[in-house]
């Protein structure tokens, strides 16, 4: 019985040697602890270019981009064109006057754009100088499910790797989405101008937290092919719209 309590000690003994030098091999050599998700998706919103408007017609069908319009298109086609980084997608909305903006960024990108109805113009709700709350136009409810939707389908995240996605779309989706990456009412949309052609950037990072990059960037238009939904900055002879 000695001698086997005698061996037992000396087993415990090498185990109490043994394990700190496993533990410390184990470090050594197992594998590094997972790095943290560092993609970011970047949403480029980009107004549709300039259009004569006609009340009287189909909006979706009709109201396509004049003269104007389609230079404004062509300029901010080859400034995306130009940035240092590949496009992941080019949609529009179905509206006429953004799908065919779409359709000539897309030939400078050499991208052919799909489209989707969520990005279409609508009127969401929004504070009005004046105007009582319960007055809102009845299509107002219905704009603010669809514009959700596409927030919840675009601004999602893109964790293993960057993401650029352009978005050729409407003033009242640009500023709706804006209010929401800043994580301010969507009701304030109405306080901000935005020009025709102009690029809105939005990062939404791998925790789903966004941020502004970019608003209503117009460096890629001389003056005077500015136009804007109210008067803009002020300056140019170009036309509100």
Not at 46 to 69: M, Q, S, T
Not at 80 to 97: E, G, H, I, Q, Y
Request: hydrophobic share 40%; charged share 25%.
């Amino acid at each position: 019985m000695a001698r086997r309590s005698g061996e037992g000690s000396r087993t415990v003994r090498r185990l109490t040697w043994i394990a700190p030098l496993a533990l410390a091999v184990s470090i050594a050599h197992g594998a590094e602890p997972p790095r943290p998700a560092t993609g970011v998706r970047y949403l480029y919103l980009i107004r549709h270019g300039d259009y004569d408007r006609d009340d009287r017609a189909d909006d979706r069908v009709g109201n396509g981009l004049n003269a104007l319009g389609r230079e404004q298109a062509r300029l901010v086609g080859r400034r995306l064109a130009r940035l240092p980084v590949r496009m992941t997608s080019l949609v529009s909305s179905d509206f006429t006057r953004a799908r065919e903006t779409a359709d000539i960024v897309g030939r400078a990108l050499a991208m052919t754009p799909a489209r989707d109805s969520l990005l279409h113009e609508c009127t969401p709700p929004g504070d009005r100088a004046g105007a009582a709350r319960d007055t809102a136009d009845a299509s107002e409810a219905p704009c603010e499910s669809n514009l959700m939707a596409a927030w919840a389908r675009y601004a999602r995240p893109s964790p293993a790797a960057d993401a650029h996605d352009v978005l050729i779309c409407h003033g009242n989706v640009t500023r709706w989405f804006v209010c929401r990456a800043l994580g301010a009412s969507t009701r304030r949309w109405r306080a901000m101008d935005i020009g025709n052609a102009s690029i809105t950037v939005i990062a939404v990072r791998a925790d789903s937290t966004t941020r502004l990059v970019l608003f209503s960037d117009v460096g890629h238009l001389p003056v005077a092919k500015q136009t804007w939904s109210g008067r803009g900055a002020g300056w140019g002879s170009a036309p509100a719209r």
